[in-house]
């Protein structure tokens, strides 16, 4: 293998999962494929996938969530479903990008690689290799489950199909309203309330908030004790979102501020907002913030963990304010103390010149969550499999939450959604947590925004109505403008080599001097310059030229 494609293979991976499935309607068929052993299916859309029973061995990404995948009882029921048995080899979560890469390079692959995130580039040399098999064909023949979900979303297909034209693997694509503005602010209630204080809608406005709540003792201890705004460096384990960063939300007033990467368009041309005097701008605001005590000095290294303790102090409420996700970032979600229900979100800010912004992430789609490899045996009993998974809301429900009449029901047609609407089915014990009932979202699948926000609302269980009414009139009025979205691209293997070295280099420079101007030890004015030209001679210019071809060579119009 090259050294491009070497240095490649040892990219990090994403994390997110779920299963798909398959049906249809044509002639049986013989198996066809590489490695075909001759086993007979039945017509597309007719269960079970086989008559006879067929083994398909996995590779699947560790969940610390799912007891074990063998026994589990969703794995019972899509058996028992398409006459297909899963053999597991289960990667340890904590070295699951290790494993894969081991496996690749061994050349002893199994049938179905599945929940890793196998990144496009990963995709590309193995896919233009023939390791992992075009599946474009069998989309075409036995796509049942997979077409209705590129019928309902064309551009889903396009955002998986390499610039060859060939797709390598299938997605999980979770249409989650609320995620997609999950760099969002938020603040507890209470102290607004007993300072007579209002909702913050300026960066000014929420500047005298924090100020308020540092020095006028809102948790009434006597003690000056409040920490006034926090955050955390750490990246959430899911959705690959890093929502708890002091600039993810506050830098949506001067500028767009798109998550980790921080990549957007102006004009279809990519860029980043860290070389602009907008963000000059941003960092004197945090600077000021930090200077006068607001925000809290442990934001700037502290973890995930460390940042939920603040906000479940045991003695009293110490913490006003943080960036999150949800209200889980700052407390613990359905916790005892129900300090979580006592945070609510603060409306994308207006800056001193106006901007008003909140950052959006419409691209829901996670790649590379099933690949079929040229040992498969039996290639189309694998495809099929997943294409049934694919199937809602039956298979959905199963997969995401467990049996039915036991974790989950069909919605009574008297009861309402949580976007309002009819209700679709209803959830009867809390999500989440050590079980063995589902696949706790591991693999490919398809969750439409319409079954989303079709769950029952549950007063016993609010999260998910609250996010979306907290989305829907707060986040939503102020989306981004799509056109300046960035969307997810491929790489070959050259750019991916080339980018990795260009990205850390770039992106660590710019974590550091933020924290740097933020506590003063750089000064942004004095220093501003000479960072800007550190990142000229980082080759800013050719890191931002690769991402330019990959969007390109996808999305540009001939």
Same mark, same amino acid.
């Given at each position: 293998?090259?050294k491009?494609?070497?240095?490649?293979?040892?990219?990090?991976?994403?994390?997110?999962?779920?299963?798909?499935?398959?049906?249809?309607?044509e002639?049986?068929?013989?198996?066809?494929g590489?490695g075909?052993?001759g086993?007979v299916?039945?017509?597309?859309?007719q269960?079970?996938?086989t008559?006879e029973k067929?083994?398909?061995?996995i590779?699947?990404?560790g969940?610390?969530?799912?007891?074990?995948f063998?026994?589990?009882?969703?794995?019972?029921?899509l058996e028992?479903?398409?006459?297909v048995?899963?053999?597991?080899?289960?990667?340890?979560?904590?070295?699951?990008?290790?494993?894969?890469?081991?496996v690749?390079?061994?050349?002893d692959?199994?049938?179905v690689?599945?929940?890793?995130?196998?990144?496009?580039t990963?995709?590309?040399?193995?896919?233009?290799?023939?390791?992992?098999l075009?599946?474009?064909?069998?989309i075409d023949?036995?796509?049942?489950?997979?077409?209705?979900?590129?019928?309902?979303s064309?551009?889903y297909?396009?955002?998986?199909t390499?610039p060859d034209?060939?797709?390598?693997?299938?997605?999980?694509?979770?249409?989650?309203?609320?995620?997609?503005?999950?760099?969002?602010?938020w603040?507890?209630k209470?102290?607004?309330?007993?300072?007579?204080?209002?909702?913050?809608?300026?960066?000014?406005?929420f500047y005298?908030?924090l100020?308020?709540?540092?020095?006028?003792d809102?948790?009434?201890?006597?003690?000056?004790d409040?920490?006034?705004?926090?955050?955390?460096?750490?990246?959430?384990s899911?959705?690959?979102?890093?929502?708890?960063?002091?600039?993810?939300?506050l830098?949506?007033?001067f500028?767009y501020?798109?998550?980790?990467?921080?990549l957007y368009?102006?004009?279809?041309?990519?860029?980043?907002?860290?070389n602009?005097?907008e963000?000059?701008?941003?960092?004197?605001?945090?600077?000021?913030?930090?200077?006068?005590g607001?925000?809290?000095?442990?934001a700037?290294t502290?973890?995930?963990?460390?940042?939920?303790?603040?906000?479940?102090?045991?003695?009293?409420?110490?913490?006003?304010a943080?960036?999150?996700?949800?209200m889980?970032?700052?407390?613990?979600?359905?916790g005892?103390?129900?300090?979580?229900?006592?945070?609510?979100a603060v409306?994308?800010?207006?800056g001193?010149n106006?901007?008003?912004?909140?950052?959006?992430?419409?691209?829901?789609v996670?790649?590379?969550?099933?690949?079929?490899?040229n040992k498969?045996?039996?290639?189309e009993v694998?495809? @099929?499999l997943?294409?049934?998974l694919?199937?809602s809301p039956?298979?959905?429900?199963?997969w995401?939450?467990?049996r039915?009449?036991v974790?989950?029901?069909?919605?009574?047609?008297s009861e309402?959604?949580?976007?309002?609407?009819?209700?679709?089915w209803?959830q009867?014990?809390?999500?989440?947590?050590?079980?063995?009932?589902?696949w706790s979202?591991?693999g490919?699948g398809?969750r439409?925004?319409?079954?989303r926000?079709?769950?029952?609302?549950?007063?016993?269980?609010?999260?998910?109505?609250?996010l979306?009414n907290?989305?829907?009139?707060?986040?939503?009025?102020?989306?981004?403008?799509?056109?300046?979205?960035?969307?997810?691209?491929?790489?070959?293997a050259d750019?991916?080599?080339?980018?990795?070295?260009?990205?850390?280099?770039?992106?660590d420079?710019?974590?550091?001097?933020?924290? @740097?101007f933020?506590t003063?030890?750089?000064?942004?004015d004095?220093t501003?310059?000479?960072?800007?030209?550190n990142?000229?001679?980082?080759?800013?210019? @050719?890191?931002?030229?690769?991402y330019?071809q990959?969007?390109?060579?996808?999305f540009?119009?001939?």
């Amino acid at each position: 293998m090259n050294k491009a494609a070497a240095i490649v293979l040892s990219l990090a991976l994403g994390t997110m999962l779920a299963l798909s499935g398959c049906s249809g309607k044509e002639e049986a068929a013989t198996q066809e494929g590489e490695g075909g052993t001759g086993v007979v299916t039945n017509p597309p859309g007719q269960l079970p996938i086989t008559n006879e029973k067929t083994t398909v061995k996995i590779l699947v990404r560790g969940n610390s969530t799912v007891e074990d995948f063998a026994t589990n009882e969703f794995t019972k029921w899509l058996e028992q479903k398409t006459n297909v048995h899963i053999d597991w080899e289960v990667a340890p979560e904590k070295s699951a990008t290790e494993k894969l890469n081991l496996v690749l390079s061994s050349g002893d692959y199994p049938d179905v690689i599945m929940g890793f995130g196998v990144s496009p580039t990963q995709m590309m040399i193995y896919g233009t290799q023939g390791v992992f098999l075009k599946l474009n064909d069998m989309i075409d023949k036995y796509g049942v489950e997979m077409k209705k979900m590129f019928d309902a979303s064309p551009f889903y297909k396009d955002l998986i199909t390499a610039p060859d034209g060939n797709i390598y693997a299938l997605p999980q694509v979770n249409e989650c309203y609320h995620c997609m503005y999950h760099q969002r602010m938020w603040i507890h209630k209470p102290w607004l309330d007993k300072l007579g204080l209002r909702m913050p809608t300026t960066t000014d406005e929420f500047y005298e908030v924090l100020k308020a709540f540092k020095t006028r003792d809102p948790n009434g201890n006597g003690k000056p004790d409040e920490i006034a705004l926090s955050g955390s460096v750490q990246a959430s384990s899911s959705h690959l979102f890093s929502p708890s960063m002091i600039d993810s939300f506050l830098m949506n007033a001067f500028v767009y501020d798109h998550g980790d990467k921080k990549l957007y368009l102006e004009n279809g041309k990519v860029t980043v907002p860290y070389n602009k005097p907008e963000w000059k701008e941003g960092l004197k605001y945090l600077r000021k913030l930090y200077a006068e005590g607001l925000i809290d000095p442990q934001a700037l290294t502290q973890d995930n963990d460390q940042l939920k303790k603040l906000g479940e102090n045991p003695d009293t409420v110490i913490l006003g304010a943080s960036s999150g996700h949800n209200m889980g970032s700052v407390a613990t979600l359905g916790g005892k103390s129900g300090r979580w229900l006592t945070y609510v979100a603060v409306p994308p800010l207006k800056g001193p010149n106006g901007f008003q912004n909140a950052a959006y992430h419409p691209y829901v789609v996670g790649n590379g969550q099933y690949i079929i490899t040229n040992k498969a045996k039996n290639p189309e009993v694998a495809f @099929r499999l997943a294409d049934f998974l694919f199937n809602s809301p039956e298979t959905t429900l199963r997969w995401y939450a467990g049996r039915e009449g036991v974790e989950w029901k069909y919605a009574d047609k008297s009861e309402i959604g949580i976007n309002g609407k009819p209700a679709i089915w209803k959830q009867l014990t809390p999500w989440g947590g050590v079980q063995n009932v589902n696949w706790s979202q591991t693999g490919p699948g398809y969750r439409s925004n319409d079954f989303r926000l079709g769950e029952v609302q549950n007063p016993d269980q609010p999260l998910e109505v609250i996010l979306y009414n907290e989305t829907k009139q707060k986040m939503e009025p102020y989306q981004m403008p799509m056109d300046n979205v960035m969307p997810p691209v491929f790489f070959t293997a050259d750019q991916a080599a080339e980018l990795a070295d260009l990205e850390k280099t770039i992106l660590d420079h710019v974590k550091e001097m933020m924290a @740097r101007f933020v506590t003063g030890d750089a000064d942004i004015d004095k220093t501003w310059d000479s960072y800007v030209k550190n990142l000229d001679n980082m080759n800013l210019k @050719r890191y931002l030229d690769i991402y330019q071809q990959a969007y390109d060579t996808k999305f540009k119009k001939k």
